[in-house]
Structures are given as structure tokens and as C-alpha cells.
């Protein structure tokens, strides 16, 4: 197990449940490495459009969602995003991974807000996120407010509970 974490740090990879894993843009040798360890979607919620695209052997789906860093992100832009990873985990055997430019407030604030969406608290959230990826931020103070946290969680109450598999939550290790 030691070896595999320290392979997914080397390539910028932070598998955070067993489900969904976060990190740097895909870039062509990243996306080798996704896809051997059997990631099957990729949200990206950087700035940069997606460089991998779906496709027969490679990935079944690559969603852009272009989330400007350290701005409050807009609630139907947070909306989009948390919809697209449900969908994307939807999808049986599934593995997703979200990512931005450098993995440390967009990519880890999404995957905190759809924890959040799927009726986590806040800190137990932040901990399943920043124990497996320490440079990260979720939950960023620029990127969210009181009421972007109150939509989310009402979003995720109407349209992600009950959750359909338990492992979108199960830590990775």
C-alpha cells in the first residue's frame, strides 16, 4: 500500500475515497497513469480546456468546467460541477478524478462541496481530503461563502440522497 501512495504523489495523483481521487491537469503521461489504476472520468474544474478526451481504451467521459481560482465560485457554475461528478459517479464501476491546474483550492473545494452536497460535515470533509492531499485547501475562505454552502447542501439533499454506493465516500485507504 506504501508504494502505491507514494506512486500516486509522484504523478500529482491523491486518491481521496475510493471513488474519487483529485490532483494536477491530466496531462497525456498523467492520463496513462489515471487510466492504468482505473479512473474512468476526469472533471476538470481548472481554467485550461482538457488536453485527454474521451474516447475507445481512455476515458469514458472528460467534462470541462472552467472554476476561476480564488473568486467566489458562481452557484450555478458550483451546481454544474456537483452535478457532473454525481452523474459521472453514477455510472457502475466507476472512478473519477477532479483536478485543476495545481490541486490546491479548486479541485479540493469541489470534491469538499460534493461531501458536503452528499450530507458530510464540514470538518470531517476537509480532514478525508487534506489527510490524503496535505498542500490542499478545500473549502477555500475566496472560493465559498455561507450561501453557497446552504445551496449546496439543499442541492445535494433534492438530488444526491440517499446515496447510491457507499464507497463514493469510503476513504481511499
Not at 133 to 151: F, I
Amino acid at each position: 500500500m506504501q508504494a502505491e501512495l507514494e506512486e500516486a504523489m509522484r504523478h500529482r495523483v491523491y486518491p481521496i475515497t475510493k471513488r474519487i481521487g483529485i490532483g494536477q491537469f491530466v496531462t497525456h503521461g498523467r492520463a496513462e497513469y489515471l487510466l492504468h489504476h482505473g479512473y474512468t472520468h476526469v472533471l476538470n474544474v481548472g481554467e485550461a480546456e482538457s488536453v485527454v478526451v474521451p474516447g475507445p481504451g481512455g476515458f469514458q467521459e472528460v467534462v470541462d468546467q472552467s472554476v476561476e481560482d480564488l473568486t467566489r465560485i458562481p452557484n450555478d457554475m458550483a451546481v454544474r460541477c456537483l452535478d457532473a461528478l454525481n452523474r459521472m459517479l453514477q455510472v457502475a464501476g466507476s472512478k473519477v478524478y477532479v483536478h485543476c491546474v495545481a490541486c490546491q483550492n479548486r479541485s479540493p473545494t469541489i470534491v469538499w462541496l460534493y461531501f458536503l452536497a452528499c450530507g458530510m460535515g464540514d470538518t470531517a470533509a476537509e480532514e478525508l481530503i487534506t489527510v490524503r492531499c496535505p498542500d490542499a485547501v478545500p473549502g477555500h475562505t475566496s472560493l465559498v461563502d455561507g450561501r453557497l454552502l446552504q445551496l449546496v447542501r439543499e442541492h445535494g439533499r433534492r438530488h444526491f440522497l440517499p446515496l447510491h454506493d457507499a464507497n463514493i465516500l469510503e476513504p481511499a485507504y
